[in-house]
């Protein structure tokens, strides 16, 4: 099929996506703790719901992996973490121990050295099902929460998302409550020895094992007699914290982990309304589908929208499209103008104006999510400049000390609180990343390069200070060098950067080197281990050659031979019906810990990359008025 003809089906079957009120939302889907999760929270709370969690078996049994356990993402290596809580999920929903599935899953985890090896978030879970003693948790007094603001370790000192699931947790922690496990399900069978179950300290350094060690045992002795008083301030500010962010049926956050923390920590302190609706939000992200049923961690409507939005801007939509128009329209009710959010504890002076990422969520805007819609705005023509400028200067009141961006809050880089024993995930902050910060600078850049001209100097120095020997550059959110280098590319061109500067040709070699023999690109969502960053080559998807494609022409050398083997690519494996389909993860909560797949990625990417090769091939130059052609 003809590359115009692929685009013009693909706008066709993308338009017919759109929701009536103008946004598009796609699918997110993460691995089986999720649903595992859900399952775990019903038997804790004593909930039936027989039949859909029969349906979430089924789609955690079909996540299993050959050898027995489940993945952290798809044909990833089996992982303890994830696999205890399946297995447990499976056992809680009535699944024979001697079943095939459960003796395969139990010999693998007793493998990967049973389920002492879980990380603490797991071991929270078999702490509430009386699988492990209480002992065996890092201590996190609910007290934290009156610590001052200059203690080492402060609420406002983590991310967004460590807030949010870690406050209703110390509630958890300090009531020390016990399941109801109505069935009396246990999971002894998964432990090589329960008794030597042991904390992992300080990782970094002799140093913060030994400090971390000691101030836990200090703790572990001093929390029982910790004045009452000072117990019930804590706890009245960890449940104000609740109800004043409850964020209705969007739920706390508006992310799974902190939706089902925030449930269960209403359920202890019996605040019976907000606990159901809570609830109800944790439910509201079950995907049904004909023979099966998941949960997703959370909605992502503000990102698909904006993104969706801009990739049939590429393929020759304008304005006048009565579907762009009210992409905008409802773009422009959900920027957030009046709620200073928790940013505003190192911007007191900001005015608000940026996105969240999900339908609603006004506490946590980040500016990943402000820069892709304030671009696609600015792009189809919005006339509310006012409004695009309030974006520009939350985002520019947002940038970092170093220059770069974290992605919900500022200097966000207490790297030492890594080491605490509850931090074993590695995903307790916000620091600044190359692909965040090249979004920035590419709305800057498009929108008003004047006026920011500060901002993007300084973050195009952080972007060349965070490139890879190898020329490529790390992907927080995206999976991972791909996505990073595509993102920093266009910021680069954006901000006016030499293309054929030494560092940049370095950039694109290396997008080349990693092109698979059918065309298309595929990283592997191992990359995060960077011991493994060059085993990256994995079947080719749809989203990341799109990505590749995107690097490349930023180098506007359309009879590249590396370019045209990818579109080969794209062309080839385009299907009318489903426009392209992926298999592997594309993205990425916390690396090495959590991953997911944007189902919207194999369509708006690869018809953006059609699009834009289509439009430079024509020399369409001067009607591209985004960050990336000029």
Known sequence: MKIENIINHCKKKMLDDQKKDGHWVYEIEADTTIPSEYILMNHFLGIKEENLEKKLAVYIKRKQNPDGGWPLFWNGESNISTSVKAYYALKLVGEKKLSKCMVKARKKILGLGGAENCNVFT????????????????????????????????????????????????????????????????????????????????????????????????????EPIFPEKFKKKSIDKAKNFMLNRLNGIHGLGAIFPAMVNCTIALYLLGITKEYKISLNSVRNLIKHKKNYSYCQPCFSPVWDTGLNGTSLLESGLTLKNSSIQKACKWLEKKQILEIKGEWIAKNKNLLPGGWAFQYENDFYPDVDDTAVVAMFLDRAGYQNKKRLERACNWVAGMQSKNGGWGSFDKDNTYYYLNNIPFADHGALLDPPTADVSARCVSMFSQINKKNYKNAIQKGVEFLKNEQEEDGSWFGRWGTNYIYGTWSVLHALKAAGENMNASYIKKAIAWIKNKQNKDGGWGEDCATYWKEKKNMTSIESMPSQTAWAILSLLTTENINDSSLTKGINFLTKNFNKKTLWKENHFNAVGFPKVFYITYHGYSKYFPNWALSRYQNLKKGKKSCLKDSYVH
């Open 123 to 222: 071991k929270i879970s078999l702490a509430l099902f009386e699988q492990i003693s209480w002992k065996k948790i890092p201590s996190m007094p609910v007290e934290i929460m009156s610590l001052p603001k200059w203690f080492p370790f402060h609420i406002n000192k983590i991310s967004y998302w460590s807030r949010t699931v870690v406050v209703p947790l110390l509630i958890i922690l300090d009531k020390k409550p016990k399941a109801k496990n109505l069935k009396k399900i246990n999971i002894e069978e998964l432990f090589i020895n329960n008794k030597k179950l042991n904390i992992n300290y300080g990782k970094e350094s002799f140093f913060y094992f030994y400090l971390f060690f000691f101030i836990n045992k200090f703790l572990k002795i001093i």
